[in-house]
């Protein structure tokens, strides 16, 4: 094991039919690993970042359709995520309205678990052109918000 690996965990890739090329990186705590990969979300109309929790075996059948889930019911998503943010938003600037989330939010991260625990906590981040120097992560409980962070 080299030092990298040591500090960082190791790493190595598998071919998913799914979800594609992955990375799985791998830590001293065996419930922190996850892999890294990119794959085409329908609702953006391009690739999106996602880390999938993970062990050796790779990702679950549940996750790949709890993925297919979340495009399906995008727009449900949207209507709960608006008002979080609009929300947070309103902390800088008071009269703060979205008007079209789906051109104003575009997602650029997943993170999806294992999909076992009901509900599914997950989480989903967006870029905005309101502020490019910070990403808005939203904590999602099934299809509801349930939390906002905005980082930079």
Request: aromatic content about 14%; hydrophobic content about 40%.
């Amino acid at each position: 094991m080299g030092l990298f690996d040591f500090l960082f965990g190791k790493k190595h890739r598998i071919e998913d039919e799914f979800f594609g090329s992955m990375l799985h990186v791998t830590s001293k705590d065996a419930s922190k690993n996850y892999y890294e990969c990119n794959r085409q979300f329908l609702p953006k109309g391009s690739a999106i970042e996602l880390g999938v929790e993970g062990d050796e075996k790779g990702p679950q059948q549940i996750q790949k359709e709890f993925f297919l889930s979340i495009e399906k019911n995008y727009d449900e998503i949207a209507i709960s995520i608006a008002p979080i943010i609009e929300n947070e938003f309103k902390n800088w600037k008071e009269d703060f309205r979205i008007q079209d989330f789906k051109n104003e939010f575009k997602p650029v991260y997943m993170f999806l678990p294992h999909c076992v625990t009901k509900p599914v906590t997950w989480e989903i981040a967006f870029e905005s052109d309101y502020d490019l120097n910070h990403h808005i992560s939203v904590t999602m409980q099934d299809m509801k918000a349930v939390e906002v962070l905005i980082d930079g």
